[in-house]
């Protein structure tokens, strides 16, 4: 008999967690298992690549709201959750001041509104086999899904994460099992929560090689007329984590020294859009350091770029990176305190250091010796970076 299987996210918006889901799910055994798929808010670009195999549940209401504008929610007619997210809005704020936090204070209002919220949220009544939260923050399958064995993700460096770690606590305790995408990220939340040690296991996102080699063969002229120039390509939110301003400003320091003709192009959204454009704008970089903006299917970009970066502060194993490797790109990655787990430094690529000179300084040997980047492209193209068997792990969960 098959087994039951749910896993949640909240929506299906462009990004790094949403793209490992969607390899993870084109995976799947679907001979094994019966996999709901619970999207709190039913957008994003990624909805129409879920696999035919997925049951998607309907989207309840009430679990839609999270981040949704206030204004929008009201319109809804959700007053109760409106006012929730007020309050903690206002709490998180007196929180992150008391504790001398610079971002917290968005993270711990998500949190508070989960707690918050839990007492007005319907419960699913649907027992499955396993339940998995696939994205923080996880409080709706821990309070709410009925399961025989509930497992939550952990996507991010946990010593970065600026939240209410007892409040978090609380929630990870309801879970069997945690898994985390690399060692570095396991090891990072362990020093977070030690008590949760026994919970811990590594499950790496899990790559598609025949799946993204096909996207990447999605017909692309945007470089053509930019032959005589050197792509860089970087994929991720447009947010301060992500190091975009660090980026912008190292491509600077290349055109000082002469090295106009090398070409930044972002694929991405966020938050954080406008203060990038004016860090452009206020360098001249405005034909140089391109903003692409959202896109369904980045591969074609990453496959015909001459360098794949990643200028992060912190990850916890980026998606893009691992994609980069099986399209057969070289790549650049600052040294963010998980970067080791993501490329082996000097066969893969290189390991920068996390600044502005340490970018430009390993762009430009990027830019100047060929013979470096066909080293590595050769020691790529020679490695197999399909790891489906990571499912195996779940699967004997699940078992």
């Not at 949220?121 to 309070?143: C, G, Q, R, T």
């Not at 206020?282 to 369904?296: A, I, P, Q, R, Y």
Request: glycine residues 4%; proline residues 4%.
């Amino acid at each position: 008999m098959k087994k039951n299987i749910l896993i949640s996210v909240y929506n299906m918006e462009i990004g790094g967690i949403e793209r490992s889901l969607i390899n993870m799910l084109e995976c799947f055994d679907y001979q094994k298992y019966n996999v709901d798929l619970l999207i709190f808010h039913h957008v994003g670009e990624f909805m129409s690549l879920i696999p035919k195999s997925v049951n998607i549940l309907p989207q309840v209401a009430k679990y839609s709201v999270f981040r949704k504008p206030v204004i929008l929610c009201l319109k809804e007619r959700q007053y109760s959750l409106a006012f929730i997210r007020v309050l903690s809005k206002y709490m998180a704020e007196i929180k992150s001041k008391s504790r001398n936090l610079e971002e917290g204070a968005g993270y711990i209002q998500m949190q508070l509104t989960q707690k918050y919220s839990s007492f007005l949220l319907p419960k699913f009544e649907k027992e499955y086999d396993v339940a998995i939260s696939y994205a923080w923050p996880h409080d709706i399958i821990a309070n709410k899904v009925k399961a025989k064995k509930k497992i939550a993700w952990v996507h991010t460096d946990y010593s970065k994460l600026e939240i209410d770690n007892k409040l978090d606590l609380k929630v990870w305790n309801q879970f069997d099992n945690i898994a985390a995408v690399s060692d570095a990220c396991r090891d990072a939340f362990l020093t977070t929560y030690p008590t949760l040690k026994e919970k811990v296991l590594v499950v790496e996102n899990i790559t598609s090689p025949i799946f993204i080699k096909k996207m990447a063969g999605e017909e692309l002229t945007f470089y053509q007329e930019e032959s005589q120039t050197f792509n860089l390509v970087s994929v991720g939110r447009l947010s301060y984590v992500k190091g975009f301003d660090l980026a912008i400003e190292a491509l600077k320091l290349l055109h000082m020294k002469g090295l106009t003709n090398i070409k930044w192009y972002i694929i991405g959204y966020g938050g954080y859009e406008k203060e990038m454009k004016d860090l452009i704008s206020k360098h001249n970089l405005e034909d140089s350091f391109v903003l692409l903006g959202k896109k369904t299917n980045p591969y074609p970009y990453i496959k015909n770029c001459d360098l794949y970066v990643q200028p992060s502060r912190y990850e916890g194993k980026a998606v893009t990176v691992s994609e980069a490797k099986i399209l057969g790109k070289p790549i650049l990655i600052t040294n963010y305190p998980t970067a080791p787990s993501q490329i082996e430094n000097g066969v893969e690529g290189l390991i920068c250091d996390l600044s502005v000179p340490g970018l430009a300084r390993a762009i430009e040997e990027f830019y100047r010796n060929q013979e470096m980047k066909n080293i590595l492209m050769k020691n790529i193209s020679n490695k197999d970076y399909s790891n489906s068997y990571e499912l195996d792990k779940l699967y004997k969960i699940i078992s």
